[in-house]
């Protein structure tokens, strides 16, 4: 069995690789895959949406059953789904078909990425859930990164499809060693409470619903700039970049700015938790210090989405390639900032019982009201509009963001 802490953050943080290079793997071939299936801007951004159907759909469940008892088991049946999910995104004959194997993907997602962060937060001590979290978290721009070089790669010397068998086939085998996990005691649920209890539960609560309201606006923006940078890349730049250059180099960026993001947002966040008093033995989770937890998360997201609106505008109107990556390294940088705090936020503004509930409906609302449109709506945004302009919906975006999370004085009586 496997029980040591850092193992198990090890383990989790593998899968959660394999998972963001599948998220990206579709980015990367997205246009020779839209000329060979003819798809539309529109067509070619709803993939994505099938997928967080098949995601946000089943994700209540699994965080409703997962404050009732075993996690692992489920994470395990939940990364099996998604491997075979990903492979068959490479046999696709056509629009119908790509679309179904994408849901396919998001369903077995789902199950890892509601469980997996609650996992690793009861498994470590307070003082270090933050980098624990920014390491788990790192997986994100690491596997986006990767996923945008090895799509590029593959495109350019196998075809499109290939890149999909070759990112689906590993999750299989790592699926099974989540069995080995020694999950730790946790106060669980009422086994007879029912699903929309939970939700319910969760969604009374004015902090837990303004951190998701600004997760939401945060996960759609970001989820339709990292879907379509690199097709916005080609054409702005299509005497400069290729396939492979295009999603090599913002890969490079991402994975840069994002590792570096990530961990400064999981230390910055700790440092300033330290700074708070402790709660008292048995104080409730709404007691004033816990609300003040919460918003310490929340500021520290706040700040990188103010960072990211400017420099995001700037990198878009840049007239060179190296201009423009440059400058989306410091966006990036802002966006990446939020990654570990707003996790946190998720599950700490509500009860310790009703966390994986409190993630379930985090994850369901940022999907169904976030990035399950936005790339879609940016494509066709694109159909009608100049590209340049199109692209200005997200830093309005994440200015929106920064507003909606920064700290609410009336919230911390």
């Avoid at 699994?62 to 692992?72: E, I, T, Y």
């Avoid at 918003?295 to 989405?305: K, S």
Wanted: charged fraction near 15%; proline fraction near 5%.
């Amino acid at each position: 069995m496997i029980r040591d802490r850092r193992a198990i953050l090890a383990l989790l943080t593998a899968l959660n690789f394999l998972n963001y290079i599948d998220r990206a793997v579709i980015a990367a071939v997205l246009k020779p895959m839209q000329g060979e299936l003819g798809l539309s801007n529109f067509e070619a951004g709803l993939p994505s949406s099938a997928f967080l159907i098949g995601y946000f759909l089943v994700a209540p469940l699994f965080g409703a059953r997962a404050d009732k008892g075993s996690r692992k088991h489920m994470i395990t049946i939940g990364v099996i789904v998604w491997s075979v999910g990903t492979v068959a995104s490479g046999l696709v004959a056509g629009f119908g078909q790509l679309m179904a194997a994408r849901a396919i993907v998001g369903v077995g997602e789902a199950s890892f990425g509601v469980l997996a962060q609650t996992i690793i937060d009861d498994v470590t001590p307070k003082d270090r859930k933050g980098m624990a979290l920014a390491i788990f978290f790192s997986a994100i721009p690491l596997g986006y990164a990767l996923g945008y070089m090895i799509g590029g790669a593959l495109t350019k010397h196998y075809g499109w499809r290939t890149a999909f068998y070759v990112v689906g086939a590993p999750g299989i085998v790592i699926a099974l060693s989540c069995l080995l996990i020694a999950e730790p005691t946790r106060k669980l649920a009422d086994a007879r409470a029912k699903l929309l209890d939970g939700l319910r539960a969760c969604i009374r609560l004015p902090l837990f619903r303004r951190a998701v309201a600004g997760y939401c606006a945060y996960t759609g923006a970001l989820g339709a700039f990292s879907y379509w940078a690199p097709h916005f890349l080609l054409d702005r730049f299509p005497g400069t970049l290729d396939d492979e250059t295009a999603n090599r180099w913002f890969g490079i960026v991402l994975l840069a700015a994002g590792a570096i993001g990530t961990f400064v947002g999981g230390r910055w966040m700790d440092a300033q938790l330290r700074r708070l008093p402790a709660a008292p033995a048995g104080a409730p989770f709404d007691a004033p210090v816990r609300k003040a937890t919460v918003n310490v998360m929340l500021r520290v997201c706040a700040i990188g989405m103010a960072i990211a609106a400017p420099f995001t505008v700037a990198c878009f109107v840049m007239p060179s390639a190296p201009g423009f990556f440059a400058l989306a390294f410091v966006a990036e940088l802002g966006l990446f900032l939020s990654t570990s705090p707003i996790s946190a936020a998720c599950m700490h503004s509500v009860p310790e019982e009703r966390r994986a509930s409190g993630v379930a409906a985090s994850i369901f609302a940022i999907h169904l009201l976030g990035d399950l449109w936005s790339t879609a709506v940016l494509g066709l945004l694109q159909d009608v509009l100049p590209v340049l302009l199109a692209m200005m919906a997200l830093p309005l975006t994440f200015a929106a963001t920064a507003v909606i999370w920064w700290p609410r004085r009336r919230e911390a009586e």
